[in-house]
């Protein structure tokens, strides 16, 4: 069990390119989640697959943003069209099936600097 | 709609001493709640949590108490340690309605000092 990953760790990009960033759950969970970490804030919910189905959309979670979960295994995030408020922390969480009170395990995080 | 508060940004303890973190919550439908603790650069990890049917919840050195009634949780580190010092999250759900979804507050910084 080698925890949830991402990557890349860091990005920096320059305002209006597009981004991806990838996701690998633990491997047995089959719920994946995003959620998005500003400056002083805890993390805000984004969005969230069950196996490959995305099942809940926040309101932050804007028409520039697509998730993708193709094989219910992996997720990818892209932000299109990249604005300066985009800049934060993005992080992918997972958990396992049918359990009604279930923790959520975080990866490290994506840090994003639009420039 | 802060559904989930932590007002105290930061806190500083003594080696040794109990550390109690402080947790608020407006949303009644809440019924399962989780402290994560996070270092820098890094994503948060898991601590203990707590489901609305108990008041108390004890791992090791780290004891949650919830007051449904004031919508209140806290966490007890004792005693506090060194590697204890972090960003502790508080996070709260509705696991019936939408129990895929975490709130967060928005952190406290606990300094432990040697």
């Known amino acids: 069990d080698t925890g949830v990953s991402q990557d890349p760790r860091h990005k920096i990009t320059k305002r209006g390119q597009n981004v991806t960033f990838r996701c690998d759950p633990i491997?047995?969970?089959?719920?994946l989640y995003w959620y998005r970490q500003t400056l002083g804030q805890g993390p805000e919910f984004l969005t969230y697959f069950q196996n490959e189905a995305q099942l809940e959309k926040s309101r932050l979670l804007s028409d520039r943003f697509s998730a993708e979960r193709p094989k219910g295994s992996f997720s990818t995030l892209e932000i299109q069209r990249t604005e300066q408020g985009d800049s934060a922390m993005y992080l992918c969480?997972?958990?396992?099936?049918?359990?009604?009170?279930?923790?959520?395990?975080f990866g490290p995080g994506t840090r994003l600097l639009v420039l | 709609d802060q559904q989930v508060k932590q007002n105290s940004p930061s806190l500083s303890v003594q080696e040794g001493r109990i550390s109690i973190l402080n947790c608020d919550y407006t949303n009644s439908m809440f019924d399962y709640f989780l402290w994560y603790k996070k270092y820098p650069a890094e994503g948060p990890t898991f601590l203990i949590s707590?489901?609305?049917?108990?008041d108390k919840n004890e791992d090791g050195r780290f004891t949650v108490f919830l007051n449904k009634s004031a919508k209140h949780l806290s966490l007890h580190i004792v005693p506090s340690q060194p590697g204890d010092s972090a960003v502790y999250f508080c996070a709260a759900t509705d696991t019936v309605n939408t129990g895929n979804q975490f709130y967060f507050g928005t952190g406290t910084s606990l300094t432990v000092i040697p």
């Open positions: 969480a997972s958990s396992r099936p049918f359990i009604k009170e279930e923790t959520q395990y």
């Open positions: 707590i489901s609305s049917i108990k």
């Open positions: 491997s047995e969970h089959n719920r």
